[in-house]
């Protein structure tokens, strides 16, 4: 068993990688897109409750005058104060100003869910690697189109970028 991850909220972002209609409908492994979104708007609600930072990255399809349907947030998902961005690419900083927002407000670690684990969600957080933050992986706050891709990356690429956690295992130090 693992000891409970305790964030510095003041430093600490939850990123939400692609939660969007369409894309949670998706038949995903190894939980539902419900499941995944449950889970996700759980630990939005303790960050916000903590004062910690929550960043919400959603794509658009380049060169497309419409966007399908569906190709919005999830409702509900997003409240005042979150950080917003639309990537056009599979990872979440490339051209979206998501790096600049979160170090003008002195994040050092960031908390990763969403849909595909292997797609948008590890491709985020190997930039945000790069770029010198702390990385952690919320297993159950994620789902892939197969549980291959999913266990791939949590099990064998998350472990060696970051801390891979359960939500539950997810608390905030004292300020």
């Known amino acids: 068993m693992t000891a409970p991850l305790a964030l510095d909220p003041a ?4 990123v939400l990688v692609d939660l969007m209609d369409r894309i949670v409908a998706l038949s995903l492994e190894p939980r539902k897109g ?3 979104l449950t889970t ?8 916000r409750a903590a004062g910690a930072h929550v960043a919400l990255v959603r794509v658009e399809r380049p060169g497309v005058s419409e966007q399908p349907p569906g190709s919005g947030l999830v409702a509900g998902l997003a409240a005042a104060g979150d950080i917003e961005v639309v ?3 599979i990872g979440g900083f490339q051209g979206t100003g998501l790096d600049e927002r979160l170090r003008e407000r002195g994040v ?12 948008g969600v590890e491709s985020t957080a190997r930039a945000a690697g790069d ?7 919320v297993e159950d706050a994620m789902a892939a189109l197969t ?18 956690v ?6 905030f130090t004292a300020s």
């Open 108 to 119: 050092t670690t960031l908390v990763f869910g969403g849909i595909a684990t292997n797609l």
């Open 40 to 47: 996700a708007q759980e630990l939005a609600g303790a960050f």
């Open 147 to 164: 549980a291959a891709e999913h266990d791939a990356s949590v099990r064998l690429d998350f472990p060696r970028l970051g801390t891979v």
């Open 34 to 36: 419900a499941e995944v």
């Open 11 to 14: 430093r600490s972002a939850l």
């Open 87 to 89: 990537k056009r690419t």
């Open 131 to 137: 770029l010198g933050y702390d990385l952690v992986f």
């Open 166 to 171: 359960r939500a539950a295992e997810v608390h």
